[in-house]
Nanobody, 125 residues
Framework: VQLQASGGGLVQPGGSLRLSCEAS????????VAWFRQVPGKEREGVGY????????FYVESVKERFTISRDDAKKMVYLQMNSLKPEDTAVYYC???????????????????WGKGTQVTVSS
């Protein structure tokens, strides 16, 4: 089983990036997926979560209205669309999969079944 996050890079404040999380070796439809981020010296922070279907999403307040998570189970892909990026969004972003029932709080507190390697997002002028 492998999760691989990609799509990070350097972007100016106010810009956009779309991160991708590709799953292999598991039936993605059986898992919720969450995005996390971590800055050196700080705890990992849950950013958002997607459950069964593209309408079952949750976002932390700091990214609400700016970030959107979507999934394509047939392609085994989950996406994090990030708009209106701010310097404080700079971090390494990770995707994680957790078997149901779960939610972002549970995955943050107790961990996930699978974690992907991160991708660096840097927001700077």
């Amino acid at each position: 089983v492998q999760l691989q996050a990609s799509g990070g890079g350097l972007v100016q404040p106010g810009g956009s990036l779309r991160l991708s999380c590709e799953a292999s070796g598991l039936n993605l439809e059986n898992y919720a997926v969450a995005w996390f981020r971590q800055v050196p010296g700080k705890e990992r922070e849950g950013v958002g979560y997607i459950g069964d279907g593209n309408s079952n999403t949750f976002y932390v307040e700091s990214v609400k209205e700016r970030f959107t998570i979507s999934r394509d189970d047939a392609k085994k892909m989950v996406y994090l669309q990030m708009n209106s990026l701010k310097p404080e969004d700079t971090a390494v972003y990770y995707c994680a999969a957790g078997s149901y029932p779960t939610n972002l709080v549970s995955m943050t507190r107790y961990g996930a079944d699978y974690w992907g390697k991160g991708t660096q997002v840097t927001v700077s002028s």
